[in-house]
């Protein structure tokens, strides 16, 4: 019996070589402990042609965190200066701390035809969507429903009573923006939600407008016919 030919991974999205893509920026968000932050992760686990924006901010680490890993630490001062120069696509203010994605690397990232993915708020998402329209991709993250959100917030063990009050006192304002985003996901089961991400992701990177040499493929094609 002959020996089965190996299967390609099936998270492997195949683009024909010869066409040259312009890559996408991917924004997830939602309420804090709607699950973003671990899907933004599964997401990067299989597929190899995205990668996280890291951030800079100004509030202080949590435990496990890297600087430059999870985010770029900052203080106050070098965060405003960023601003000045323009070197932020992207800034907000989110529970008394600042929050920005640096504007060279990403741009040079998409120009390369590889793909950047944002686990960042509304705010952020509507400064991105105004800066590059044609290049952003948004994905608002629902929990199941408010209560598993609560139980989900007070289980953080390194966030306070008065923190947790806070978020929930917040959610209800950002998921109203829920409907500026181009896809929804109710954030029921991980799997179920981590294939999604993935499945919009795909159909995403196959739009025509993103294929920047299709047109010289198909000429050479209609050439040789």
Same mark, same amino acid.
């Given at each position: 019996?002959?020996?089965?030919?190996?299967?390609?991974?099936?998270?492997?999205?195949?683009?024909?070589?010869?066409?040259?893509?312009?890559?996408?920026?991917?924004?997830?968000?939602?309420?804090?402990?709607?699950?973003?932050?671990?899907?933004?992760?599964?997401?990067?686990?299989?597929?190899?042609?995205?990668?996280?924006?890291?951030?800079?901010?100004?509030?202080?680490?949590?435990?496990?965190?890297?600087?430059?890993?999870?985010?770029? $630490?900052?203080?106050?001062?070098?965060?405003?200066?960023?601003?000045?120069?323009?070197?932020?696509?992207?800034?907000?203010?989110? $529970?008394?701390?600042?929050?920005?994605?640096?504007?060279?690397?990403?741009?040079?990232?998409?120009?390369?035809?590889?793909?950047?993915? $944002?686990?960042?708020?509304?705010?952020?998402?509507?400064?991105?969507?105004?800066?590059?329209?044609?290049?952003?991709?948004?994905?608002?993250?629902?929990?199941?429903?408010?209560?598993?959100?609560?139980?989900?917030?007070?289980?953080?063990?390194?966030?306070?009573?008065?923190?947790?009050?806070?978020?929930?006192?917040?959610?209800?304002?950002?998921?109203?923006?829920?409907?500026?985003?181009?896809?929804?996901?109710?954030?029921?089961?991980?799997?179920?939600?981590?294939?999604?991400?993935?499945?919009?992701?795909?159909?995403?990177?196959?739009?025509?407008?993103?294929?920047?040499?299709?047109?010289?493929?198909?000429?050479?094609?209609?050439?040789?016919?």
């Amino acid at each position: 019996m002959s020996a089965e030919t190996p299967k390609k991974p099936e998270n492997i999205v195949i683009i024909e070589p010869h066409i040259a893509r312009r890559g996408l920026l991917y924004i997830i968000s939602s309420p804090s402990g709607a699950g973003k932050t671990t899907l933004a992760r599964r997401l990067l686990a299989v597929d190899s042609n995205i990668e996280m924006s890291v951030s800079v901010t100004t509030r202080a680490p949590r435990p496990g965190e890297r600087d430059g890993v999870d985010y770029h $630490f900052v203080d106050r001062d070098k965060f405003e200066m960023m601003k000045s120069r323009g070197e932020l696509l992207e800034w907000a203010r989110v $529970f008394d701390n600042h929050y920005g994605t640096p504007r060279a690397l990403v741009e040079d990232t998409i120009h390369a035809g590889k793909d950047v993915l $944002f686990d960042i708020d509304w705010q952020g998402a509507q400064q991105l969507s105004e800066k590059l329209p044609n290049d952003v991709v948004r994905v608002f993250v629902l929990p199941p429903s408010g209560g598993v959100l609560e139980d989900r917030l007070k289980s953080r063990a390194q966030d306070s009573a008065e923190t947790v009050a806070r978020r929930m006192a917040a959610a209800s304002s950002e998921i109203s923006h829920w409907p500026e985003y181009d896809y929804v996901i109710v954030n029921t089961e991980l799997e179920r939600s981590v294939a999604a991400a993935h499945a919009i992701l795909t159909a995403e990177r196959l739009k025509r407008a993103r294929l920047l040499g299709l047109s010289d493929f198909v000429r050479d094609m209609q050439a040789v016919l």
